[in-house]
């Protein structure tokens, strides 16, 4: 055999090692060579008599697999390209290339010797699959990293080489389908109470033990080819507690994704049909289920952008080659409030030596505190040792003296949004900073050319934009200014990477990317208010579009007297009256009449309890806005879904054609991790390439715009990709070093 990620060799006892080993990578993929390499070792074991049975195994220290290798696969998904076939060729095609891998793994199940598989490290994805279908399952008991799981769903996959009918068959429906419908990762512990390991070991002794098995049984069968076989706790048709939990998983699906994600629908389908007939039929039915998944644009977008753009810019895909990397020996934040003080905790959770400075002693302080309860709750919780703890809260040292920024190679400032304020705040860590320290302001409207006026070295200037809270949002938007060296930016990218979030990279203008775009989320749910409709169902809609909140709650989590001073700043800049309009009317008489300022007040378009939790629209609404319309069938549902949509990506074209943003990736990753636009789109870019097409975005542009207004006009950017049928990717493909910044 000539195998390429595969050594092979067979022992004195006739008993076959194929240990898995892809050439050049850290870890082992599905990639289209190996697939063709197991094919090749199937066939090997089941026609070579002098081969015994099979021991898999990995070659790297690692793990086992992590899947399929979703590079290839990425550039598959989506649907298939045109061609001459007929629909009947193109289908078997299809499903021949679908099933390679899936009826692949059946051969080895059922070759007639016996197949163990030992996992010294994570198996993932296609990489659990093939240990599923081998006949015994030995796992390391001594590798904290070791993770198994189905993890398909998250990136809008299902696993197609048998995953969804043979954990069911080993570990029950019930138990099967929250791993593979939300595709949450276990340990070799939770694997082996589960049944879905069967011994644990060593790693050092996983082969071994792996080969004794396959030894001592030469006439293995998997148990769903054994006489008298049944699916523990029963199937769904024939046992109606096992019914009950597919019917509730359908319905927590349905009020969870309201059918946005192609993939768990189908993932439920696939089950709950392949688990009442054999497992041959079961695993033809899961391929069709695969097929029809993989070519939804969803699952192009998806891959694309939660999978392979999240990792490259985790790895600094947009910081500019050239510049050595940083290490951080300190970094001091400015600023000890709500921001300062999770950006404190976030640096010393990832090891940097953090001075947080405030005005007095006591502020600088209370910031600390922040750190000590996340630490409390974490080591109450067994998640951090007492010890850890003590040394990350050792990193964070709460001062008012300015002399200890001395030396920090980064500031963040986290002062009140005040410019003056931020002005001197600048002079006074320049007159102590080192020459190469970078300053970073996380200013979240003011633009950063102008508060850089107040540096000495405004090339060292740059915007470091975190979001709230600091600790759970993964994000951080990085503002270039307009003198802001590549040096500057690199080392603000290394500094995002080493607290271990995603950064993304944009120009200087108002409201930078994110916020800027965001709003029009906000407004378009505001203008729908103005119009009478009624407000339950703008909050309906925009969760059903697929933002993670109400139009209405997220302007009162921002806070509507913020709304309001933003709205009349933008309107005073662009020319727009906006106290005038019915939107600034009924703002204004919201938060200067009524005295509601969103959820910090407890009071907003919604009441809230005393935790803060949303308790119901406020009633007081209508006695403002007349309600026009307080049904909402499938066509308005349609037409409020488009605007809410549609409406955020025209945004993000004109950023894009204004060079705020520069990369698709960037775009598509800040508008999902910022404010949370519809991620089984794949972000604001995907929705326009893969979901609409170019040319019917803007034509459907064109139609909103001409029924509400030039907001929804698409720029003539999109005109120019419509006219030549590019997408964003094609026009703002994936770049090593980011534009410089905007004219
Ligand atoms: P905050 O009011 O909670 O904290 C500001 C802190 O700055 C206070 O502790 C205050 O004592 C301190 N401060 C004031 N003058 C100072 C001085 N001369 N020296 C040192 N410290 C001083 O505000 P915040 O919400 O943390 O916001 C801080 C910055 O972050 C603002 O620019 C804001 O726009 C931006 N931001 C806020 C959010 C958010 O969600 N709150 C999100 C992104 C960015």
């Given at each position: 055999m000539n195998l390429e990620t595969f050594k092979f060799d067979i022992d004195a006892d006739g008993i076959a090692h194929a240990i898995f080993d892809v050439p050049g990578r850290s870890m082992n993929t599905l990639t289209g060579k190996a697939v063709a390499d197991i094919i090749a070792i199937t066939r090997e074991v089941a026609t070579n008599d002098a081969i015994k049975g099979l021991v898999l195994s990995s070659g790297k220290a690692s793990g086992f697999c992590a899947g399929a290798d979703l590079g290839e696969m990425g550039d598959r998904a989506g649907g298939a390209e045109k061609t001459k076939k007929s629909v009947d060729e193109l289908k078997k095609e299809q499903f021949d290339a679908g099933f390679s891998l899936n009826g692949t793994l059946r051969k080895l199940e059922t070759c007639g010797k016996p197949v163990a598989v030992a996992l010294n490290g994570l198996a993932l994805g296609g990489g659990l699959e093939v240990a599923l279908a081998c006949h015994y399952r030995v796992a390391a008991?001594?590798?904290?990293?070791l993770q198994f799981g189905l993890p398909e769903a998250k990136i809008g996959l299902l696993p197609g080489a048998g995953g969804t009918q043979r954990l069911p068959r080993l570990v029950g429906v019930q138990a099967a389908l929250p791993l593979i419908l939300q595709g949450e990762s276990f340990s070799a512990e939770q694997a082996k109470s589960m049944g879905v390991v069967n011994e644990l070991a060593p790693s050092s002794e996983t082969v071994a033990r792996a080969k004794a098995w396959v030894k001592a049984n030469p006439k293995a069968k998997a148990p769903w080819d054994e006489k008298g076989y049944k699916v523990p706790g029963g199937v769904p048709h024939k046992s109606p507690g096992v019914g009950q939990v597919a019917t509730m998983a359908n319905m927590m699906l349905a009020s969870k994704t309201y059918g946005n994600f192609p993939a768990q629908k189908n993932i439920l389908s696939c089950i709950y049909e392949g688990i009442q007939v054999p497992i041959d039929a079961g695993l033809r039915i899961e391929t069709r289920y695969f097929i029809n998944t993989q070519q939804r644009p969803e699952a192009k977008a998806m891959i694309r952008s939660l999978f392979l753009s999240t990792q490259a810019l985790s790895k600094g895909a947009n910081r500019p080659a050239g510049y050595p990397q940083t290490e951080f020996k300190k970094v001091a934040v400015i600023g000890a409030g709500l921001m300062g003080a999770g950006i404190a905790y976030v640096q010393a959770k990832a090891g940097i030596p953090t001075v947080l400075v405030d005005v007095t002693q006591e502020a600088a302080d209370k910031g600390k505190q922040y750190s000590v309860r996340l630490v409390e709750k974490d080591v109450s919780r067994g998640k951090l040792s007492k010890e850890k703890g003590d040394a990350l809260l050792a990193l964070i040292t709460p001062t008012t003296d300015y002399n200890a920024v001395k030396g920090a190679d980064l500031v963040v400032e986290a002062v009140f949004e005040d410019e003056g304020l931020k002005a001197k705040i600048t002079q006074a860590a320049e007159a102590v900073l080192g020459d190469d320290a970078v300053y970073g302001t996380n200013t979240s409207t003011l633009p950063i050319t102008g508060l850089a006026k107040?540096?000495?070295?405004p090339a060292n200037f740059i915007g470091i934009h975190f979001f709230s809270p600091v600790e759970r949002m993964g994000l951080v938007e990085i503002i270039n200014g307009k003198e802001t060296s590549e040096a500057t930016l690199a080392k603000a990218v290394d500094y995002v990477l080493a607290i271990r979030k995603t950064p993304i990279v944009v120009n200087d203008s108002r409201g930078f990317y994110t916020s800027r775009c965001f709003g029009t989320y906000t407004q378009e749910g505001l203008e729908m208010l103005s119009e009478g409709i009624k407000p339950a169902i703008i909050e309906n809609v925009g969760r059903q579009a697929g933002?993670?909140?109400?139009a209405l709650e997220v302007t009162d989590s921002v806070g509507l007297d913020t709304a309001l001073k933003v709205g009349r700043a933008t309107a005073k800049a662009t020319g727009f009256d906006y106290n005038e309009a019915p939107l600034g009317k009924m703002m204004a008489w919201i938060v200067e009449d009524k005295g509601r300022v969103g959820r910090k007040a407890g009071k907003g378009f919604y009441d809230y309890n005393e935790q803060g939790k949303r308790d119901r629209l406020w009633p007081g609404l209508n006695d403002q806005i007349e309600v026009k319309i307080d049904e909402c069938p499938p066509a308005l549902k349609k037409e409020l879904t488009n605007r809410i949509l549609v409406r955020q990506a025209v945004e993000v074209a004109r950023c894009f054609e204004e060079g705020v943003i520069t990369d698709a990736r960037d775009a598509d990753i800040g508008s999902i991790l910022a404010w949370g636009f519809a991620p089984f789109t794949g972000g604001c870019c995907s929705y326009v390439d893969l979901i609409w097409g170019i040319r019917e975005f803007v034509a459907e542009a064109d139609r909103l715009a001409d029924k509400?207004?030039?907001?929804f006009r698409p720029n003539k950017l999109l005109r120019d990709m419509a006219a030549r049928g590019e997408g964003f990717y094609d026009r703002f493909?994936?770049?090593g070093t980011k534009a410089k910044v905007a004219a």
């Amino acid at each position: 055999m000539n195998l390429e990620t595969f050594k092979f060799d067979i022992d004195a006892d006739g008993i076959a090692h194929a240990i898995f080993d892809v050439p050049g990578r850290s870890m082992n993929t599905l990639t289209g060579k190996a697939v063709a390499d197991i094919i090749a070792i199937t066939r090997e074991v089941a026609t070579n008599d002098a081969i015994k049975g099979l021991v898999l195994s990995s070659g790297k220290a690692s793990g086992f697999c992590a899947g399929a290798d979703l590079g290839e696969m990425g550039d598959r998904a989506g649907g298939a390209e045109k061609t001459k076939k007929s629909v009947d060729e193109l289908k078997k095609e299809q499903f021949d290339a679908g099933f390679s891998l899936n009826g692949t793994l059946r051969k080895l199940e059922t070759c007639g010797k016996p197949v163990a598989v030992a996992l010294n490290g994570l198996a993932l994805g296609g990489g659990l699959e093939v240990a599923l279908a081998c006949h015994y399952r030995v796992a390391a008991n001594d590798n904290p990293k070791l993770q198994f799981g189905l993890p398909e769903a998250k990136i809008g996959l299902l696993p197609g080489a048998g995953g969804t009918q043979r954990l069911p068959r080993l570990v029950g429906v019930q138990a099967a389908l929250p791993l593979i419908l939300q595709g949450e990762s276990f340990s070799a512990e939770q694997a082996k109470s589960m049944g879905v390991v069967n011994e644990l070991a060593p790693s050092s002794e996983t082969v071994a033990r792996a080969k004794a098995w396959v030894k001592a049984n030469p006439k293995a069968k998997a148990p769903w080819d054994e006489k008298g076989y049944k699916v523990p706790g029963g199937v769904p048709h024939k046992s109606p507690g096992v019914g009950q939990v597919a019917t509730m998983a359908n319905m927590m699906l349905a009020s969870k994704t309201y059918g946005n994600f192609p993939a768990q629908k189908n993932i439920l389908s696939c089950i709950y049909e392949g688990i009442q007939v054999p497992i041959d039929a079961g695993l033809r039915i899961e391929t069709r289920y695969f097929i029809n998944t993989q070519q939804r644009p969803e699952a192009k977008a998806m891959i694309r952008s939660l999978f392979l753009s999240t990792q490259a810019l985790s790895k600094g895909a947009n910081r500019p080659a050239g510049y050595p990397q940083t290490e951080f020996k300190k970094v001091a934040v400015i600023g000890a409030g709500l921001m300062g003080a999770g950006i404190a905790y976030v640096q010393a959770k990832a090891g940097i030596p953090t001075v947080l400075v405030d005005v007095t002693q006591e502020a600088a302080d209370k910031g600390k505190q922040y750190s000590v309860r996340l630490v409390e709750k974490d080591v109450s919780r067994g998640k951090l040792s007492k010890e850890k703890g003590d040394a990350l809260l050792a990193l964070i040292t709460p001062t008012t003296d300015y002399n200890a920024v001395k030396g920090a190679d980064l500031v963040v400032e986290a002062v009140f949004e005040d410019e003056g304020l931020k002005a001197k705040i600048t002079q006074a860590a320049e007159a102590v900073l080192g020459d190469d320290a970078v300053y970073g302001t996380n200013t979240s409207t003011l633009p950063i050319t102008g508060l850089a006026k107040a540096s000495k070295r405004p090339a060292n200037f740059i915007g470091i934009h975190f979001f709230s809270p600091v600790e759970r949002m993964g994000l951080v938007e990085i503002i270039n200014g307009k003198e802001t060296s590549e040096a500057t930016l690199a080392k603000a990218v290394d500094y995002v990477l080493a607290i271990r979030k995603t950064p993304i990279v944009v120009n200087d203008s108002r409201g930078f990317y994110t916020s800027r775009c965001f709003g029009t989320y906000t407004q378009e749910g505001l203008e729908m208010l103005s119009e009478g409709i009624k407000p339950a169902i703008i909050e309906n809609v925009g969760r059903q579009a697929g933002m993670p909140m109400g139009a209405l709650e997220v302007t009162d989590s921002v806070g509507l007297d913020t709304a309001l001073k933003v709205g009349r700043a933008t309107a005073k800049a662009t020319g727009f009256d906006y106290n005038e309009a019915p939107l600034g009317k009924m703002m204004a008489w919201i938060v200067e009449d009524k005295g509601r300022v969103g959820r910090k007040a407890g009071k907003g378009f919604y009441d809230y309890n005393e935790q803060g939790k949303r308790d119901r629209l406020w009633p007081g609404l209508n006695d403002q806005i007349e309600v026009k319309i307080d049904e909402c069938p499938p066509a308005l549902k349609k037409e409020l879904t488009n605007r809410i949509l549609v409406r955020q990506a025209v945004e993000v074209a004109r950023c894009f054609e204004e060079g705020v943003i520069t990369d698709a990736r960037d775009a598509d990753i800040g508008s999902i991790l910022a404010w949370g636009f519809a991620p089984f789109t794949g972000g604001c870019c995907s929705y326009v390439d893969l979901i609409w097409g170019i040319r019917e975005f803007v034509a459907e542009a064109d139609r909103l715009a001409d029924k509400y207004g030039d907001r929804f006009r698409p720029n003539k950017l999109l005109r120019d990709m419509a006219a030549r049928g590019e997408g964003f990717y094609d026009r703002f493909p994936p770049a090593g070093t980011k534009a410089k910044v905007a004219a």
